[in-house]
């Protein structure tokens, strides 16, 4: 299993296409959106600011994108150019396989989160203390988890054809409803009351309790783990699932 996780990092490090990508494209994306946000506007029904908000939104959206898209693409090719085939001809149980991918997934998201939090700084001039940085990047990595296990598990639910716009309906359908691309609180309010149980929403309110100055409360981060257990345990299930019927 150490063997295979190590082995996952640097296919990963090489792909230099991906990396490029993953770490440029949130960043693109926070210069596109932000510039028209404004560092005084709060967002409705709170104390953060807009130029705020969109900075852990946009890392977030960074990070999902870099282990959601990338793992369940790179798996349902995989599983047809015969790599977890050979995989299965060894001992490697179910959970080694998902850890491994869950790591590849987590060295392609800190710099992507990095580097969307420098470019904040320098072009939009956003300040947090030293510790709300680290503590930003420390629970939007931890948290980019848990849709590196739901992308192991795409992969193994869609074929090789299909796992793209699987993916992308996914994709756009969390960010949206759990609050990466606008505030909930715009939303009506039985979508609000759908999005609060959302990952997405979760992950996002870890990064934006940060911002001002609090901890993350307890019912995201449960939820976090929840959903983590779910899509990890799923990914692990359907890893066995696959052997069984090869």
Same mark, same amino acid.
């Given at each position: 299993?150490? =063997?295979?996780?190590? @082995? ?5 490090? $090489? ?10 494209? &949130? ?12 560092? *005084? ?20 959206? /960074?990070?999902? =994108? ?18 977890? $085939? ?8 179910? $959970? ?8 590849? /997934?987590?060295?392609? =998201? ?49 074929? /090789? ?22 505030? *909930? ?13 959302? &990952? ?37 299930? @359907?890893? $066995? ?6």
């Amino acid at each position: 299993m150490t =063997t295979l996780i190590r @082995l996952e990092i640097l296919r990963t490090l $090489r792909n230099r296409k991906f990396m490029f990508f993953s770490i440029l494209y &949130p960043s693109i994306l926070y210069l596109i959106i932000a510039s028209g946000a404004s560092s *005084t506007d709060k967002v409705p029904g709170t104390s953060l600011t807009l130029q705020n908000f969109y900075v852990v939104a946009m890392a977030s959206f /960074g990070a999902l =994108t870099a282990v959601l898209m990338g793992n369940s693409e790179r798996i349902a090719k995989e599983r047809e150019k015969g790599w977890v $085939r050979q995989l299965r001809l060894t001992s490697l149980p179910g $959970r080694g396989y998902v850890l491994a991918k869950i790591a590849s /997934g987590a060295v392609v =998201t800190l710099p992507c989160i990095v580097v969307v939090f420098i470019v904040s700084a320098v072009a939009k001039n956003v300040r947090f203390d030293a510790w709300q940085w680290l503590a930003l990047t420390g629970v939007i990595w931890a948290g980019s988890l848990v849709f590196a296990a739901l992308g192991v598990a795409i992969g193994y639910i869609a074929s /090789g054809d299909a796992v793209r716009p699987i993916t992308m309906i996914i994709y756009f359908g969390l960010s949206i409803l759990g609050g990466l691309w606008m505030p *909930t609180t715009v939303f009506p309010d039985w979508l609000q009351t759908v999005s609060t149980w959302l &990952p997405t929403h979760a992950y996002a309110a870890l990064g934006q309790a940060v911002e001002m100055g609090n901890a993350p409360h307890s019912k995201d981060v449960a939820i976090l783990f929840a959903y983590f257990l779910l899509f990890s345990g799923g990914a692990a299930y @359907l890893y $066995r699932k696959d052997t069984l019927k090869a």
